[in-house]
């Protein structure tokens, strides 16, 4: 047997004069939130009361009914029609449409009327105001009426002409509101659909992505040249701007980059056609020109021009004026703020007076030229003064060139050259129009271009990272130290030479210096790959300690404090001041790295330097070392013998010639710099570099 289903009864409705109701205490809302009493009292004036109010009978002791209501539900329409009373705009007596409730709990009834209202969905209000537009209303009667800001509603109408298509994705939760906001950049519909496929499929949909794909072909209104021309002669022209309703867009988007590049490079010509009438040889235009465009060009910087007579005048009365305030105020623990402000414009108004214009040599005009460009701010920059090399002439051979058979200048403005100023534009490709083929490989100069940007962004990169400018330093030094035939290249034209010795040195190779630079040498060769590819990686997993190891290895490959001589062979390359500031460098590295040939296993033999020198400098030798009585006992020793027994001395004693000595610096005695200064006394002996000889020592030792 089927279960009858239990019918409801609703509450009854009835009008109520407004005197006859009362607020209950049951009303659970006591925070005031959204909707002002005052806004929605304007409502009601507007639209009559939209909702009824949920009411219940006051009853007495006895449980009799008083005639009187109270308001457990609807409190802030109570507070809104108490209002309009008071304001004389409704009648007291004005009967209010209300349900009568029976039975149950007040206060629940008042949390269950708030608790179950639910908010218009966004794309429902923005589609309403879309409907009360279509009807005839102003946007800013719109605002009157739903007590908000004529923008907002300006915001809501636009987000009403996105694509009905990304309506229905965000009706369903597909995309956010912030991602349906950067799609109302454009009002091209097929657009958006087509880049809300991109970036639904690729993941790369964040609002500032979307905004970015849709403005991809677009000039932004801050851009130098926009500022340029000015934002209302480009709309003039028919140009039309994208706005972003939602984030500051800095003046929106340009959306023919045609026109804007077109009136820009109309109004360089036009500056460029004002200044040819200088005289100057050549005008190049460009909204900015390549970094180092003035590479190989001798520039002419000119003389400021003077000031006139009125400029001198008013120069000497502010700075006469600026004397005066600042003696008028010197104790003064602040200054006044007119005074403050009045100093200011003093100042502003020199430093213009002060910014004169330049003037040239006619005849440098007459072969010099002119970059005129836009600078970071959309200012114009004119550049003057700058001589190709093909125009650089003897001023005679000019005047010849130019002859008396020159086209008379009688009547021409001042400054006006006698041929007309070649102007051209910069950068303007003179290239055929590129198929479609999205194969073909990208143009030469594009490529040029790019990684010009990127050669200028990775040297700020890498001058702000010395970890990885080091390793990358440490990686070039390697390719040279160990990959020497190598067919790879480094993008650091940091070059790592190893000056070859001019002359074998006896022992040199079996220097205790020598094996430990090649036991060293070859365990960093083992460690290292076999092919120069992995070197990066390898050197990556090198700890810091390691690298640095590594890298002074290879940097003392291309120390050299060899003294060279200045022979026929090299005369106009080694100076005697060049001689002098390496040694002197040499010196400084030792002092640094703590150098001393004695303990790097240097000692005075006959082949290494006894049986070379003099038997003067044997016997000095001796005399520093031992002490004078050691020197007379070999003083009458022929040389081959003094030097053996001076070998024999001088073993232990820690003695260094002059060359190995470490030169304590002496501020006091230095000399001026860029003048070269007498040479240490064992590089200025008779035979030294003054008189360029190339003789043997060995063969002058042995004459003696």
């Known amino acids: 047997m089927t279960k009858a289903v239990q019918k409801i009864t609703l509450s009854p409705s009835r009008d109520i004069p407004f005197n006859k109701l009362v607020l209950s205490q049951s009303n659970v809302r006591r925070v005031k939130a959204g909707v002002s009493i005052e806004q929605l009292a304007e409502s009601i004036v507007q639209r009559t009361l939209l909702q009824s109010l949920n009411v219940r009978a006051v009853v007495d002791a006895e449980g009799n009914e008083t005639g009187m209501f109270e308001v457990p539900a609807g409190g802030r329409r109570y507070r809104a029609l108490e209002l309009l009373v008071k304001q004389k705009r409704m009648a007291k007596t004005q009967a209010v449409p209300c349900v009568v409730r029976e039975g149950g709990i007040p206060e629940d009834d008042s949390l269950a009327e708030n608790d179950e209202r639910v908010g218009l969905h966004p794309l429902d209000q923005f589609r309403a105001f879309q409907t009360l537009s279509g009807s005839g209303m102003s946007e800013e009667e719109i605002a009157a009426r739903h007590f908000v800001a004529p923008a907002i509603v300006k915001q809501r109408l636009r987000l009403a002409s996105v694509s009905p298509k990304l309506h229905d994705v965000y009706a369903e939760d597909g995309m956010t509101l912030e991602q349906l906001m950067a799609f109302s950049v454009t009002a091209d519909r097929t657009r958006q659909e087509q880049v809300w496929e991109?970036?639904?499929?690729?993941?790369?949909?964040?609002?500032?992505?979307?905004?970015?794909?849709?403005?991809?072909?677009?000039?932004?209104?801050?851009?130098?040249?926009?500022?340029?021309?000015?934002?209302?002669?480009?709309?003039?022209?028919?140009?039309?701007?994208?706005?972003?309703?939602?984030?500051?867009?800095?003046?929106?988007?340009?959306?023919?980059?045609?026109?804007?590049?077109?009136?820009?490079?109309?109004?360089?010509?036009?500056?460029?056609?004002?200044?040819?009438?200088?005289?100057?040889?050549?005008?190049?235009?460009?909204?900015?020109?390549?970094?180092?465009?003035?590479?190989?060009?001798?520039?002419?910087?000119?003389?400021?021009?003077?000031?006139?007579?009125?400029?001198q005048a008013?120069?000497?009365?502010?700075?006469?004026?600026?004397?005066?305030?600042?003696?008028?105020?010197?104790?003064?623990?602040?200054?006044?703020?007119?005074?403050?402000?009045?100093l200011g414009e003093i100042e502003a108004a020199l430093l213009a007076l002060e910014d004169r214009p330049k003037t040239y040599d006619p005849a440098e005009i007459a072969r010099a030229g002119v970059f005129v460009s836009i600078d970071s701010?959309?200012?114009?920059?004119?550049?003057?003064?700058?001589?190709?090399?093909?125009?650089?002439?003897?001023?005679?051979?000019?005047?010849?060139?130019?002859?008396?058979?020159?086209?008379?200048?009688?009547?021409?403005?001042?400054?006006?050259?006698?041929?007309?100023t070649a102007i051209s534009v910069a950068g303007a490709s003179t290239e055929p129009e590129e198929d479609e083929d999205p194969a073909r490989p990208l143009p030469d100069r594009l490529v040029i271009e790019l990684t010009a940007h990127r050669t200028l962004a990775l040297r700020d990169a890498l001058a702000e990272n010395p970890a990885i400018a080091f390793q990358a330093v440490l990686h070039n030094f390697v390719l040279t130290a160990f990959y020497r035939f190598s067919s790879s290249g480094s993008c650091l034209e940091i070059g790592l030479r190893t000056p070859t010795f001019p002359a074998q040195a006896p022992g040199l190779r079996e220097s205790v210096s020598a094996k430990a630079v090649e036991v060293r040498h070859e365990a960093w060769k083992a460690r290292l790959p076999k092919s120069e590819i992995d070197l990066w990686d390898a050197?990556?997993?090198?700890?810091?300690?390691?690298?640095?190891?590594?890298?002074?290895?290879?940097?003392?490959?291309?120390?050299?404090?060899?003294?060279?001589?200045?022979?026929?062979?090299?005369?106009?390359?080694?100076?005697?001041?060049?001689?002098?500031t390496r040694l002197d460098q040499a010196n400084v590295l030792a002092r640094a790295a703590g150098l001393d040939m004695v303990q790097a296993g240097w000692r005075p033999t006959v082949d290494n330097y006894?049986?070379?020198?003099?038997?003067?400098?044997?016997?000095?030798a001796v005399r520093e070392a031992k002490g004078e009585s050691s020197a007379q006992l070999i003083d009458h020793l022929k040389k081959v013998e003094m030097a053996k027994e001076a070998e024999r001395l001088l073993d232990g004693s820690g003695w260094l010639p002059e060359p190995l000595r470490l030169i304590d610096s002496n501020p006091s005695s230095a000399e001026p710099q860029g003048e070269a200064g007498p040479l240490p006394e064992f590089l200025a002996d008779e035979e030294g570099p003054e008189n360029g000889s190339d003789e043997d020592p060995q063969q002058l030792d042995a004459a003696e």
């Not at 093909?390 to 010849?400: K, L, M, Y």
């Not at 810091?544 to 005369?571: D, I």
């Not at 049986?611 to 044997?618: A, E, L, M, N, S």
């Open 610 to 620: 006894l049986g070379r020198v003099t038997k003067p400098r044997i016997l000095e």
């Open 314 to 342: 008013t120069v000497d009365a502010l700075n006469a004026e600026q004397a005066k305030l600042e003696s008028d105020y010197q104790d003064a623990d602040e200054l006044p703020e007119e005074v403050d402000q009045r």
């Open 198 to 311: 991109n970036v639904s499929r690729s993941g790369h949909d964040e609002p500032y992505q979307i905004r970015r794909m849709l403005t991809e072909n677009t000039v932004r209104a801050s851009d130098r040249r926009v500022q340029f021309i000015g934002l209302d002669v480009y709309q003039r022209a028919g140009g039309g701007v994208l706005r972003d309703l939602f984030e500051h867009d800095d003046g929106g988007w340009l959306q023919d980059v045609a026109l804007l590049d077109r009136l820009v490079t109309e109004k360089l010509k036009a500056e460029a056609e004002t200044i040819s009438s200088e005289g100057w040889k050549w005008i190049s235009l460009a909204v900015d020109f390549s970094y180092g465009h003035t590479n190989g060009l001798r520039k002419h910087d000119g003389k400021p021009a003077d000031l006139t007579a009125d400029e």
């Open 377 to 420: 701010e959309g200012r114009l920059c004119v550049d003057r003064g700058y001589v190709r090399s093909e125009d650089e002439a003897p001023a005679a051979d000019f005047e010849v060139e130019r002859g008396s058979d020159a086209p008379s200048t009688e009547g021409q403005e001042v400054g006006a050259s006698a041929t007309r």
């Open 539 to 580: 050197l990556t997993a090198l700890d810091s300690g390691a690298q640095a190891s590594l890298f002074a290895h290879c940097a003392s490959f291309a120390v050299n404090a060899v003294y060279e001589p200045a022979n026929r062979y090299n005369q106009g390359r080694v100076s005697a001041h060049g001689v002098r």
